[in-house]
């Protein structure tokens, strides 16, 4: 299969960086391919509302920024990760661009299924991002394959790892 993964942390050795390079090496050493996008490295604009994209643009989006990297790997993706770390309660605002800008598309045209990888250093506030995670599932009509969080003593653990090797298996 052919798997995206959008990593927001802007540390890079960070917990989610950790997260979605185990998540890549157990993809790929089951065989698929693997693009890991750290988008928090990338300059992408919130959507803007306009409708251009549903107007004159046919499905394209009228902001020309690092999205445009973005838009053919989410179109040849068959499943999409998304890993961030929750700060606040929710995901992170370097991927919620990426996600939000994918209104000029509707959904991603190829993907079946998703992952969501999750970092804190707080236990109890995984559940904003999780119902945001199962919308998006629910109405791009794709599978759940798996959430992972790790809070501050899960974090770069072998149990964490495990975990992560599971949902993969679930491809």
Not at 109 to 135: R, T, W
Request: glycine fraction near 4%; proline fraction near 4%.
């Amino acid at each position: 299969m052919n798997i995206l993964i959008l990593q927001s942390s802007p540390r890079a050795k960070g917990n989610t960086p950790w997260m979605a390079e185990e998540y890549k090496k157990a993809a790929e050493a089951a065989g698929h391919k693997v693009t890991l996008v750290n988008v928090s490295k990338k300059k992408i604009a919130g959507c803007l509302a306009c409708e251009y994209c549903h107007n004159k643009g046919n499905g394209a989006c009228i902001q020309k920024d690092d999205m445009q990297e973005l838009y053919p790997l989410m179109a040849e993706a068959e499943v999409l990760v998304l890993a961030s770390p929750i700060y606040y309660f929710t995901l992170n605002a370097q991927i919620q661009a990426p996600i939000q800008r994918m209104y000029c598309v509707n959904k991603p045209a190829k993907v079946k299924k998703m992952a969501l990888l999750m970092s804190s250093y707080s236990p109890g506030v995984y559940s904003g991002s999780i119902a945001e995670y199962h919308d998006i599932c629910n109405y791009w009509e794709v599978e759940d394959s798996g959430i992972v969080t790790a809070k501050v003593d899960e974090q770069q653990t072998e149990e964490t790892k495990n975990k992560i090797i599971s949902i993969v298996n679930n491809l």
